[in-house]
């Protein structure tokens, strides 16, 4: 059992919220409200291009004309966008509140604040053409008992959206249900992973070895240049044989940058992004940590340090070498 009232709302299982919440059934909470557009050819072929439908009874009225229809037509499932609200009317503070407005606020008021939707069944009765003037009105058919569910505790509220035609004529119904939910009690929020190497046969020794905070070079067998990053031929006589050899942990600063954006969820920032020199000569990308970002200097001697990121990643990181003592 997950269930948890913080007393913070109202008891929702009581006889009185249960009560006010099904005054709503039956109830309408939008009035025909006409569409800003009547149905038109040019939103017709924005729709069907960005659908990918090639169906020319959508936009070509001899193809449509040869089906038996008197010209174009409109696609069935673009009824609700010829009466979507639209941005403004969304966002406008003096957009008038109705009863959908009123519901919501009701199940906010018990806690069911999440909403995702489950269901939709459309009804379509005629095609719409151009001309054509779209209307809506919704009306609550029914509100769940609550219910536990995997997103957490709610309600399924079903309503019912009639469009209608310039006659006045149902042109498609839509049955609509959502599920408005407490999200679940103690939701514990994955922790953020570090993104993972892309590893490979070329690269993987590189990350064994740091798992077990060995930091390894690859080296050439046939004529012991060391490289990094890993690849599969030497650069120099191009052996395909190599070794490997672990690194003294110490360098030197070679180049870094300090980075504030974008902001992973895995790092800490600011983030000092080094290129360090290792004392054998090679190179690699690694963070700095333990030293401020205007503390960091070209040269600054550094030494390596491990950190164990999450049990699958293990990486280098280098921080400030200690001063020597005189
Ligand atoms: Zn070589």
């Known amino acids: 059992m997950t269930g948890r009232d913080d007393g913070t709302r109202p008891e929702t299982g009581d006889a009185k919220y249960e009560e006010r919440l099904q005054t709503f059934a039956g109830r309408e909470l939008r009035a025909s409200t006409p569409a800003q ?70 199940l906010d008021e018990g806690g069911y604040t999440s909403v995702v939707a489950t269901d939709s069944e459309f009804t379509f009765l005629r ?120 690194a003294s942990g110490r360098g030197h600063v070679y180049s870094y940058v300090v980075n504030h954006h974008p902001r992973h969820p895995a790092f800490d920032f600011p983030l000092v992004v080094a290129v360090v020199e290792l004392a054998e000569g090679t190179r690699l990308i690694t963070d700095l940590t333990g030293v401020a970002p205007e503390d960091v200097a070209i040269d600054m001697p550094v030494v390596l340090d491990w950190l164990d990121a999450d049990p699958d990643l293990t990486l280098p990181v280098f921080r400030p070498a200690p001063t020597e003592a005189p």
């Open 37 to 106: 557009d009547p149905v038109n050819q040019p939103m017709i072929r924005h729709w069907t291009e960005a659908m990918g439908d090639t169906n020319p009874v959508y936009t070509d009225a001899e193809a449509a004309r040869a089906t038996g229809r008197g010209g174009v037509v409109a696609p069935a499932s673009m009824i609700q966008a010829w009466t979507m609200r639209g941005y403004a009317a969304t966002v406008s503070p003096q957009a008038a509140r109705d009863g959908f407005d009123e519901l919501v606020d009701l």
């Open 127 to 246: 095609e719409l053409e151009p001309g054509d003037h779209v209307a809506v009105r919704e009306s609550v058919e029914s509100i769940s008992p609550e219910k536990r569910t995997g997103l957490g505790t709610g309600r399924f509220v079903t309503t019912l959206k009639t469009y209608t035609d310039q006659h006045g004529e149902t042109v498609a119904t839509q049955r609509w249900r959502t599920l408005r939910f407490r999200p679940a009690d103690d939701p514990k929020p994955e922790p953020a992973l570090r993104p993972r190497p892309a590893v490979n046969r070329d690269n993987a020794f590189f990350f064994d070895g740091a798992k077990q905070h060995r930091l390894l070079i690859q080296c050439c067998a046939a004529c012991s240049v060391l490289r990094h990053p890993p690849g599969p031929c030497c650069p120099e006589c191009n052996s395909l044989e190599w070794d490997t050899v672990e």
